[in-house]
Nanobody, 126 residues
């Protein structure tokens, strides 16, 4: 299996920005879907954004639309999540994920087939 490594999580003030990175050695033509999930204390894990490596299609949860942006660097198989306008509601552990199916990630990994990293903590607080 693949080992995904996230980085970039930190403590940031409301209104601030962070950029998360994920080294994803399996993010290739075969495992073409990449995404970011998050889990806040006491809540279910939820999909934040996902991207199809082959055609660039993207999806964003309504709660982050217009503030977050997912991208990928094909050359080094890295997935990024640019987060702007952060609020305390964005506080969570953020997980990178890859999968063969974009639609599986898009629908919150309903098939439970995604591969996840260990997560990186994002805390938004003044």
């Amino acid at each position: 299996q693949f080992e995904l490594v996230e980085s970039g999580g930190a403590l940031v003030q409301p209104g601030g920005s962070l950029r998360l990175s994920c080294e994803a050695p399996g993010f290739t033509t075969d495992y073409k879907a990449g995404g970011w999930f998050r889990q806040a204390p006491g809540k279910e894990r939820e999909v934040v954004a996902c991207i199809d490596r082959n055609d660039g299609a993207t999806y964003y949860a309504d709660s982050v639309k217009g503030r977050f942006s997912i991208s990928r660097a094909s050359a080094n198989m890295t997935i990024y999540l640019q987060m702007d306008g952060l609020t305390p509601d964005d506080t969570a552990v953020y997980y990178c994920a890859i999968d063969r199916s974009y639609w599986n990630l898009r629908f919150n990994d309903y098939g439970h087939t995604a591969t996840y990293g260990q997560g990186t903590q994002v805390t938004v607080s003044s």
